[in-house]
């Protein structure tokens, strides 16, 4: 099939660019909906500062009253505000790293067009260099300028004004000439109050998940004395399982933890609590281009609200049901990166997840919220590496979790941390409805243009 680029496209552009991709691509036609009207539009430059702070050698460090927690352009998107990553606090403020309160990032190095609103628990940490801060003047609205970024004609401008064959990437200056609707101040302002209400849904629910962490850490002794070495004796070793001899199955972080609970709380396996833990098999995946299921990674699952460009085809998930979680799942990553642990709310229930995520599926035995809250703890993660084996790549699978240990506190404590991570939950998932709803009106307004 054949498409023609007439002059008129490509004057404009400035750059005389004659390679047809730059033209003939989703990009470029969301793009060409706003640059045929620029009229109703202003620069981001015009009314926002934007950097990327320089190329620097990382001083990375271990955490002290002088670090700042550092994140990584692909830790933009993701749900968490913390990192176990550390640089030292005077090169970052030496290099103006630090991001604050209110900044608007986008990543603009291998995928493009990621965008966060930095909230308060962000304030003061610091993002790697590729990553680009966007100050909105005061009299513009915040929300509003992170919505239209977050939509598809923001992330489309960013993809067709990037440079690079091979890995793609764009800075501040071409940021800054993406084209901002400017609709009436009543339109902007409802989007801002969604994407502000969705702001602070999310640090209410994260609030409450360091409340209810801090409830289950507490009860567990983690000022145990940190040895490097110790004695393991050989019948530890004949009665352990795999009969495994890498020491740090036996003499780490994670084993100290384990042998508390195992010797000093009333616990049961994992195994014990749940009627089914499993991960779907491996399967050879029917991607679509339109109609079908968004298939969702390891990855993908951690992201503020799950994404991926990738479908099956609905033949495929009818033969294996088993790829969509029910809701109230606990999903587990099993694979590279070990022990994230993600609810399956409403909107994950809808998605297909890879066979590289284990589902855990409670029976009821301890409440909900509070199997989920200790697997997603510090000290449930631990637990959940301790298991993993394999030198490169690390796995785990059904049978190694079903080992993990989990404390059965006093009812009334695991009622309330059940009643606090379910409301945390609740916050969450209207938080992904209301910044869904917003980005999804910038588009539906920018659309309307072709109506009229």
Same mark, same amino acid.
């Given at each position: 099939?054949?498409?023609?680029?007439?002059?008129?496209?490509?004057?404009?552009?400035?750059?005389?660019?004659?390679?047809?991709?730059?033209?003939?691509?989703?990009?470029?036609?969301?793009?060409?909906?706003?640059?045929?009207?620029?009229?109703?539009?202003?620069?981001? #430059?015009?009314?926002?500062?934007?950097? *990327?702070? %320089?190329?620097?050698?990382?001083?990375?460090?271990?955490?002290?009253?002088?670090?700042?927690?550092?994140?990584? !352009?692909?830790?933009?998107?993701?749900?968490?505000?913390?990192?176990?990553?550390?640089?030292?606090?005077?090169?970052?403020?030496?290099?103006?790293?630090?991001?604050?309160?209110?900044?608007?990032?986008?990543?603009?190095? @291998?995928?493009?067009?990621?965008?966060? &609103?930095?909230?308060?628990?962000?304030?003061? =940490?610091?993002?790697?260099?590729? =990553?680009?801060? $966007?100050?909105?003047?005061? *009299?513009?609205?915040? @929300?509003?300028?992170?919505?239209?970024?977050?939509?598809?004609?923001?992330?489309?401008?960013?993809?067709?004004?990037? +440079?690079?064959?091979?890995?793609?990437? /764009?800075?501040?200056?071409?940021?800054?000439?993406?084209?901002?609707?400017?609709?009436?101040?009543?339109?902007?302002?409802?989007?801002?109050?969604?994407?502000?209400?969705?702001?602070?849904?999310?640090?209410?629910?994260?609030?409450?998940?360091?409340?209810?962490?801090?409830?289950?850490?507490?009860?567990?002794?983690?000022?145990?004395?940190?040895?490097?070495?110790?004695? =393991?004796?050989?019948?530890? /070793?004949?009665?352990?399982?795999?009969?495994?001899?890498?020491?740090?199955?036996?003499?780490?972080?994670?084993?100290?933890?384990?042998?508390?609970?195992?010797?000093?709380? #009333?616990?049961?396996?994992?195994?014990?609590?749940? #009627?089914? /833990?499993?991960? %779907? @098999?491996?399967?050879?995946?029917?991607?679509?281009?339109?109609?079908? /299921?968004?298939?969702?990674?390891?990855?993908?699952? &951690?992201?503020?609200? %799950?994404?991926?460009?990738?479908?099956?085809?609905?033949?495929?998930?009818?033969?294996?049901?088993?790829?969509?979680?029910?809701?109230?799942?606990?999903?587990?990553?099993?694979?590279?990166? $070990?022990?994230?642990?993600?609810?399956?709310?409403?909107?994950? +229930?809808?998605?297909?997840?890879?066979?590289?995520?284990?589902?855990?599926?409670?029976?009821?035995?301890? %409440?909900?919220?509070?199997?989920?809250?200790?697997? !997603? !703890?510090?000290?449930?993660?631990?637990?959940?590496?301790?298991?993993?084996?394999?030198? =490169?790549?690390?796995?785990?699978?059904?049978?190694?979790?079903?080992?993990?240990?989990?404390?059965?506190?006093?009812?009334?404590?695991?009622?309330?941390?059940?009643?606090?991570?379910?409301?945390?939950?609740?916050?969450?998932?209207?938080?992904?409805?209301?910044?869904?709803?917003?980005?999804?009106?910038?588009?539906?307004?920018?659309?309307?243009?072709?109506?009229?």
């Amino acid at each position: 099939m054949k498409s023609v680029v007439f002059k008129s496209v490509i004057i404009p552009a400035h750059n005389f660019r004659f390679d047809s991709r730059h033209y003939l691509n989703e990009h470029a036609l969301n793009s060409l909906l706003l640059e045929q009207n620029s009229q109703k539009c202003k620069q981001l #430059s015009e009314f926002a500062l934007l950097f *990327n702070p %320089p190329v620097f050698k990382r001083q990375f460090c271990k955490l002290t009253p002088r670090a700042v927690q550092y994140f990584q !352009s692909s830790d933009v998107q993701n749900s968490s505000e913390n990192s176990s990553v550390y640089i030292y606090g005077k090169q970052a403020q030496d290099l103006n790293l630090l991001v604050h309160t209110g900044d608007i990032l986008v990543t603009g190095f @291998g995928t493009i067009g990621n965008s966060r &609103l930095v909230s308060r628990f962000q304030n003061g =940490v610091c993002y790697a260099n590729n =990553v680009c801060r $966007i100050k909105v003047n005061n *009299n513009f609205k915040k @929300g509003y300028i992170y919505a239209f970024m977050r939509s598809k004609y923001g992330v489309s401008q960013l993809n067709k004004n990037a +440079s690079g064959s091979v890995v793609r990437y /764009i800075e501040a200056p071409g940021i800054g000439k993406t084209l901002v609707p400017l609709f009436p101040e009543s339109f902007q302002k409802e989007i801002d109050d969604l994407i502000q209400e969705s702001a602070r849904l999310r640090e209410e629910a994260t609030n409450m998940f360091g409340e209810v962490h801090k409830i289950i850490e507490g009860q567990i002794k983690t000022d145990i004395e940190d040895s490097k070495y110790g004695i =393991v004796s050989s019948q530890n /070793i004949s009665l352990s399982h795999n009969k495994r001899f890498e020491a740090t199955y036996y003499v780490s972080q994670n084993r100290r933890y384990y042998d508390y609970i195992i010797n000093k709380t #009333s616990h049961a396996n994992l195994s014990d609590l749940c #009627s089914h /833990i499993f991960r %779907p @098999g491996i399967f050879k995946r029917q991607y679509v281009q339109r109609e079908g /299921i968004m298939f969702l990674g390891g990855a993908d699952i &951690l992201n503020a609200i %799950p994404y991926s460009n990738k479908k099956l085809s609905y033949k495929q998930v009818l033969n294996m049901p088993e790829l969509i979680p029910e809701e109230g799942t606990i999903l587990v990553t099993c694979g590279g990166t $070990i022990g994230n642990v993600v609810y399956v709310d409403k909107q994950l +229930s809808t998605c297909a997840v890879s066979q590289h995520v284990m589902r855990i599926i409670p029976n009821g035995t301890v %409440p909900n919220g509070y199997l989920y809250a200790f697997l !997603s !703890s510090h000290i449930g993660h631990e637990l959940i590496n301790m298991f993993s084996f394999g030198s =490169v790549i690390p796995q785990i699978e059904p049978h190694h979790l079903g080992l993990v240990p989990v404390p059965i506190l006093d009812i009334s404590l695991m009622n309330n941390v059940d009643e606090l991570c379910r409301k945390s939950i609740n916050d969450i998932e209207q938080a992904k409805e209301k910044e869904t709803h917003a980005i999804s009106l910038v588009e539906q307004e920018i659309e309307s243009w072709n109506k009229n």
